[in-house]
Structure formats: structure tokens, C-alpha cells
């Protein structure tokens, strides 16, 4: 995951924390896979290399989806993509996997953390997932509307 999906994938989550709170119509959870960014020295390399043997062995798995959205009779299944980026081997075959299981998997591709908070807000809107008193952002708005709500300090993009 590159810093432009990381970014988008964190206003997301905020969004998606609020709305569920809100709303009570589904829960959500992400599938933390790959290095974290930032991981640059060759200490920090060995450092993340170890981590992820570590997660494999306990199950992770390369290319699945970045963000599962449950709900009644409903599981979403969303890959983030930024607009360079591209889906990989490993994700091509989890869609594949999941479409042949019925399910389907939305391939979020937006030019900024606003655009894909909106692209979220409209994914649940055709699920009928948003809670009764949110609406989507019109024209762009979910841009000033993402940096709004409260940032865990934590997030450290740097």
C-alpha cells in the first residue's frame, strides 16, 4: 500500500468508525498486510521482515481486500487503489475467489482521501447502509469534510 492509499485508508476508517457508531447497521473491520511505510533502513527492513513472517504464519494472506464491511446478508469487500496504482496477482486471485463465492469485491480507485471517503459514502448509499441522518457529501465536500473529524494522533504518515 502506497502513502496515497494509506492516506485515503485512514480518512476512511474514521469515516466508516463514525458512521457505524451512528447508524448500527454494520460493522467494519481492515486487513493490515504489507510493510509499514517508513520502513527504510536495513534494520527496520529485517525488523518488518520478521513482523511479517510472523503474520503469515498466523494466517495473513497477500492481496486480500484492505476494508470488509459486514451487515445483515451483506459482506463488502473493498480494495483501495490510488489513481496510479494497480491490482496485483495476489489481489486479481482474491476477486476472482470471492466473485466465485458470490461475493463481490468494490475496487475503490480515487485521486485523494476525499474522493474516496465520498466513494464510500456512495457504496453504502447503493447498500442502504448509511445511517438515516447522514447524507453524501455534494461537490467535493467529503475533501474538508474527512479533515474534520478528529485524527488519531497515532497516525503518523511521516
Known amino acids: 500500500m ?3 492509499e494509506q492516506e485515503m485508508q485512514i480518512a476512511i476508517a474514521h469515516h466508516l468508525d463514525w458512521m457505524a457508531q451512528l ?3 454494520f460493522v467494519w473491520f481492515a486487513v493490515p498486510n504489507g510493510i509499514p511505510l517508513g520502513a527504510s533502513s536495513p534494520v527496520e527492513r529485517r525488523h518488518a521482515a520478521r513482523i511479517g513472517g510472523i503474520f503469515r504464519a498466523q494466517g495473513m494472506k ?3 481486500p484492505d476494508i470488509i464491511i459486514v451487515a445483515k446478508s451483506q459482506i463488502l469487500f473493498v480494495e483501495l487503489k490510488a489513481l496510479s496504482g494497480r491490482e496485483s496477482a495476489q489481489q486479481r486471485e482474491w476477486r476472482t475467489a470471492l466473485t466465485a463465492l458470490g461475493w463481490s469485491v468494490t475496487i475503490l480507485v480515487a485521486a485523494d482521501p ?3 471517503v465520498e466513494q464510500i459514502y456512495h457504496l453504502l448509499d447503493q447498500r ?3 445511517p438515516d441522518n447522514v447524507r453524501i ?3 467535493g465536500g467529503a475533501t474538508n469534510m474527512h479533515r474534520s473529524l478528529k485524527y488519531n494522533k497515532n497516525h503518523d504518515l511521516n
Request: aromatic share 0%.
Open 2 to 4: 502506497n502513502r496515497t
Open 23 to 25: 447508524g448500527r447497521r
Open 62 to 64: 497477500s492481496g486480500v
Open 114 to 116: 476525499g474522493d474516496a
Open 128 to 130: 442502504r447502509l448509511l
Open 137 to 139: 457529501p455534494a461537490n
